[in-house]
């Protein structure tokens, strides 16, 4: 039978199992919408943006690990979703971006809102192509979801023209993928398990540092059982947080720029540093030269372009963590090890806790141990900067919990839609969302979908009125010259200011009332024994989200801290304060 | 100690698609890796190309120039031509004009000499055409650069290469 184009990508969307598909219509998708109309497979969200859409669509892979799916118009619904197919890519999360495209014969005239989007996405996503015929579609589908979900995952964008969803065609969608130029790597080698399991067996003072393809592999308990048996210490980046429960004895910490003292303590003096799924980023080592040099090292990552990239590693296995995890657990015998090294990194843990040294009535550290207390588990999605850096320090993560942070790209604006999306994907977990003021803002829009959609989820606004992470180093590394990052700075302020005072004008928008002009309940937090309430408040709002703004000290820090260029072992744990 | 750098060589299958060739040039610049040149043509299977590529790098780089190639889903296959035993000829048109009659004698007997053939011809211009090894047809362009530099084009295409039957053969 002859269909559409646009009935078979619907159809395309039901074989592939998608639930929710993360939508914005305009003129070139106008005939993909019409298809949808009246479909009962899958559910069809309507965002207020293409970037709160394409992270609401990252937040619900990361939550579910299904993938995301998009469809948005050509022109600029397709280049709103830029920054959200970069901040997917280099956190390696599965999505299919289907924009709409003018017409083939129209393709390269500046027709109406045309972009060569591909062109646009080729170096921020794993695979952008363009249907250039009908008899093609089906087959691109298939090709884009398989490409997508497997080997190191990451976004795809599927590019189609008008012609094309109109034109008739075979109903056929295809059941296998065969793809000469893209084969994921599978198995692992066993020889180069076995070198490392000899050098873990060997080892006096080992160290496993968990990046985030142990979470996307879903290989936490596998890696906690690994841990068990070898009664070895276990570091995280920021993305491999949660692979093992945060209170686990074995559990030193994160690690990095904003890590604990006692985690990236164990990177610098350990003698072998055994990592899995981390590309080892600047955020990461701190100076090259001083990284774990004490240390042999091993790397497992499923894409061999992150081996001996940024660290030359003693012993590389390119495998998928999971299966390489569970074969090395098989292969690996419980050494005969003093546990003092253990005991030194537990002691220093303790005796080095991160914490927010403050005299405000309320700090960072209460909202994030508030949610901590106020959910056995849940989602929380962060936005970018200090309140993601609190959030990644204070959060416990245990059982199902998940953290979904934008950490490769850094992308603000990313954590309130993210959260929306995976209150989609898990609308049985509680979903919290962390979010500064200045990120709020770059996607405040979606509070309507939120609502449109009744999600329940927890908006926490930490409001220190400034973009705190540059302005704390501001306050650091450039002599306290707060350029462009005071909030509540106005025209009839005076031009360059280097400190908050009290006749600074008050803060825009009041978030209280925006939360009440979209009919939902907002809370104002200004001291810790609030902290509680709040939540319990918010707990009760089960068909509707609850925004609770946190008044935080304006120049609060994140600290310790592994000042850029620095090796790991030179801390900065406390900033020096005038009048404090 | 600065990494050794050094001129490697590359032959990648390719899809023969649109967009391809964009896509791995986007590559090379956008991770600032220095491509020195690149050719591509569709091979005997009208569905792939082949492209010969020359870059300079160190080792670490280039190991990461294979693996992002490889990475990408357009690439079918990557070859690395540079310690084998390989074919590899650029083409290289000269043009010559306003050239005086001793001159005109004087670019023939060179020509010949280089082992460049003359294709084209008038009572004072001309053509070579060389067929040669990159880097004999820098010395061939050089030497008419010399002499005719205010009257002279040329055109460079850039090396393709195929591995050797023979192993010997370079």
């Known amino acids: 039978m002859k269909i559409k184009g646009t009935q078979l990508f619907v159809k395309a969307l039901v074989e592939e199992g998608v639930d929710t598909l993360f939508a914005y219509p305009g003129g070139m998708a106008i005939d993909l919408f019409d298809a949808l109309y009246g479909e009962k497979d899958f559910r069809v969200v309507l965002p207020r943006h293409e970037q709160g859409l394409v992270h609401a669509a990252d937040g619900y892979a990361r939550a579910t690990g299904k993938t995301g799916v998009c469809l948005v118009t050509s022109g600029p619904g397709a280049t709103n979703l830029v920054t959200g197919i970069a901040t997917a890519n280099y956190d390696s999360v599965p999505l299919v971006c289907f924009t709409g495209q003018v017409p083939t014969n129209l393709i390269g005239n500046d027709a109406f809102q045309e972009v060569d989007i591909v062109g646009i996405c080729r170096s921020i996503c794993k695979y952008a192509v363009t249907v250039r015929r009908r008899e093609d579609l089906g087959r691109i589908i298939k090709e884009a979801f398989y490409v997508a979900r497997t080997g190191k995952p990451g976004p795809v964008v599927v590019d189609l023209p008008k012609d094309i969803q109109q034109a008739l065609g075979s109903d056929e969608y295809p059941k296998e993928v065969s793809m000469r130029g893209y084969k994921p790597s599978t198995g692992v080698h066993m020889g180069q398990l076995k070198k490392a399991a000899g050098m873990l067996e060997a080892a006096k003072r080992p160290l496993f540092l968990v990046g985030g393809g142990v979470n996307i592999s879903h290989a936490g308990a596998e890696m906690t059982a690994l841990a068990e048996k070898l009664h070895m210490p276990v570091v995280s980046t920021v993305m491999g947080k949660g692979a093992l429960p945060s209170d686990h004895p074995l559990y030193i910490g994160n690690m990095g720029m904003h890590g604990n003292v006692a985690a990236n303590t164990a990177v610098s003096e350990c003698d072998l540093l055994f990592s899995i799924g981390t590309r080892f980023n600047d955020r990461i080592t701190g100076k090259l030269g001083e990284f774990a040099k004490d240390a042999k090292i091993v790397h497992i990552d499923i894409d061999a372009a992150s081996i001996s990239r940024n660290i030359v590693v003693d012993v590389p296995i390119v495998a998928d963590a999971k299966e390489a995890i569970v074969k090395l657990t098989e292969i690996v015998s419980e050494p005969k090890r003093s546990g003092e090294w253990l005991e030194r990194l537990q002691t220093l843990r303790q005796e080095k806790p991160i914490r927010v040294v403050s005299s405000a009535p309320l700090t960072p550290q209460d909202v994030i141990e508030g949610i901590n207390a106020a959910f056995p588990e849940f989602i929380v999605a962060t936005d970018v900067g200090q309140n993601q850096m609190w959030t990644t320090q204070f959060i416990q993560l245990k059982g199902r919990s998940r953290l979904l942070t934008s950490g490769g790209l850094g992308t603000m604006g990313y954590g309130l839609p993210a959260a929306l999306g995976a209150k989609l994907g898990s609308p049985d977990m509680p979903v919290v969302c962390v979010s500064g003021d200045g990120g709020f803002q770059m996607n405040e829009q979606e509070l309507a979908t939120a609502v449109c959609e009744e999600l329940p989820v927890v908006i926490c606004i930490l409001n220190n009125s400034y973009l705190g992470n540059v302005r704390q180093w501001q306050e650091m590394f450039y002599g306290g010259r707060y350029s462009c990052t005071c909030l509540r700075k106005r025209a009839s302020c005076a031009k360059w200011c280097s400190s908050p005072k009290a006749e600074c004008p008050p803060y825009v928008p009041d978030f209280v009332k925006l939360a009440q002009s979209y009919g939902i309940e907002g809370i104002r937090v200004t001291e810790r024994s609030e902290v509680a309430a709040a939540f319990e408040q918010a707990k009760k709002n089960t068909k509707a989200p609850t925004l609770i703004e946190f008044i935080i000290d304006k120049e609060e820090e994140i600290l310790p801290m592994v000042p850029g260029g620095n090796a790991l072992s030179e801390m900065v744990t406390e900033v020096k304060k005038e009048g404090r | ?170």
């Not at chain 2, 040039?25 to 492209?51: C, I």
């Not at chain 2, 590529?53 to 190991?63: A, H, N, P, Q």
């Not at chain 2, 008419?144 to 023979?166: C, P």
């Open chain 2, 1 to 170: 100690m600065a990494p050794a750098l050094k001129k490697r060589w590359i032959s990648l299958y390719v899809e023969n698609d649109v967009g391809v060739l964009a896509k791995i040039a986007g590559l090379f610049s956008g991770k600032s890796y220095n491509l020195s040149s690149l050719t591509v043509g569709e091979t005997e299977d009208p569905t792939v190309s082949r492209m010969t590529i020359s870059l300079y790098g160190d080792d670490k780089t280039f190991e990461q120039v294979k693996k992002q190639l490889n990475r990408s889903v357009e690439v079918i296959k990557v070859l690395d031509f540079t310690d084998l035993p390989i074919h590899k000829k650029e083409i290289l048109y000269i043009k010559l004009h306003s050239l005086k009659k001793e001159e005109m004698e004087e670019v023939m007997r060179s020509a010949a000499v280089f082992g460049v053939t003359v294709c084209d011809y008038d009572r004072n211009s001309l053509i070579l055409e060389s067929l040669k090894t990159e880097s004999k047809n820098s010395d061939v362009l050089q030497y008419y650069k010399k002499y005719y530099a205010t009257r002279m084009e040329a055109v460079r295409g850039g090396s393709v290469a195929i591995e050797s039957v023979s192993r010997s053969e370079r």
